[in-house]
């Protein structure tokens, strides 16, 4: 009855269109009242208790460091170095995308940026060279989602907040899936586009790839940096955001010299906007996580699951179909905070690496930006390419197959996930 009563009035409240945040707060009143337990000051306790949180600081940091790096020319520059490098080759447009992805993913953390950035600048490139229009809004949107999955990954700092396990760990944990996703799309796109008829760019002289790469080397200096000093102890997730932000800030306004004053306003305002939404999830989460421990929510999905307990694969392939069919209707930052409370204690239970589950977990959560109804980064490449939903739609399903392909393989083979992450953490 306690599982019912937390479901109806959650996804009640969201289908009469509550934002998701007070959505979360009405389910943990709805539980408090089920379990007579009402009262106030627990209410504002948790509230408090769940934006009070240090580690959280690196979210508004990510997101204003992605801002910065979009208005200070820093994004162009990496889409014109991978120019430089494959734009000459069939499809080039394609592999720019990619790359240009995995170049992103260690600077914003954002599937959302990323793609804004991306989509905004290459859609119109790619559709003037006579390039499918959708189906190079679908293949920014699917390299999009490599961000979350590599450092610096703003959903990883959130599940290591929820489940209390090592950030940096469950960012070294995202490189080499991360590379491999992007491997896996560039290959589905060479084959995609092996009969197109467009354009193909003008193969670049040395000296101009040079020159492509001197205008980007800033941009690939900060990955490094903040990697090699989370693997080596330097700073903290925390630490490394503000770093990431203040250099994003220098290269714009000093190197760049494109982030003006007035660019800069708007920049903090935008970023604190989305900021702000975040906060208040992860504050209203805190309610309901707090109440699904007291209402030993958990103990009730462990007894559904208890038949799969034996077989750590079987598990997975379970909790993964779960996860993908909320993340139809979910965005990540919610489905994070409201399932992590549950499948956590079921985790640890089975004896699964709860690092490797929290980087399927993010994956999984990821792929569901892809898709419809809610499909925030579809919504994003549509938006900025000027394409129609129903198009893009289309488009997508091949690169959203590849990607639960993949996820299927890291479930069977889990070593891919953890014998690198191994090796970057000395675990």
Known sequence: MTITVF????CGAMAMGIPVAISLLICGIALMFYLGQFDTQILASNLMDGADNFPLMAIPFFILAGELMNAG????????????????????????????????S?????????????????????ASAGYNKPRSGALIASAGIIAPIMPLSVPMIVFGVTAGVSIPKLFMSGIFPGFLLAVFLAVAWAWMVRKDDFKVEPRRTLSETLVAARGAAWAFVLPFVIIFGLR??????????????????????????ELTPKTLVKVLISSAKTTSVIMLLAASAMVSSWLITVANIPDQIVDLLRPLMGNKILLMLAINLIVLMVGTAMD????????????????????????????????????????????????????????????????????MWIEIGLLLLLTVFPDLVIVPLNFFTHR
Request: charged share 10%; hydrophobic share 60%; aromatic share 10%.
């Open 332 to 399: 990540v930052m919610p489905t994070i905070l409201i399932l992590t409370p549950v499948l956590m204690p079921i985790v640890k239970m089975a004896g699964i690496d709860p690092i490797y589950f929290g980087f399927m977990f993010v994956f999984n959560n990821c792929i569901g930006l892809l898709t419809p109804p809610v499909g925030t980064v579809l919504n994003v490449a549509a938006g900025v390419g000027k394409i129609s939903m129903e198009d893009i739609i289309k488009s997508v399903m091949p690169f």
């Open 232 to 257: 080596g102890g330097v700073f903290t997730p925390t630490e490394a955001a503000s770093i990431a932000a203040w250099y994003a800030l220098f290269v714009g306004m000093f190197v760049y010299r």
């Open 73 to 104: 020319g820093i994004s162009k520059r990496i889409i014109n170095f991978a120019m430089s490098l494959v734009g000459h080759i069939r499809g080039g447009f394609g592999y720019v995308a990619i790359i240009a992805s995995v170049i992103f």
């Open 106 to 126: 260690g600077l914003s953390g954002s599937a959302v940026a990323d793609t804004a950035a991306l989509g905004a600048i290459l859609i119109p490139m790619m």
């Open 7 to 10: 479901l109806v009035s959650l």
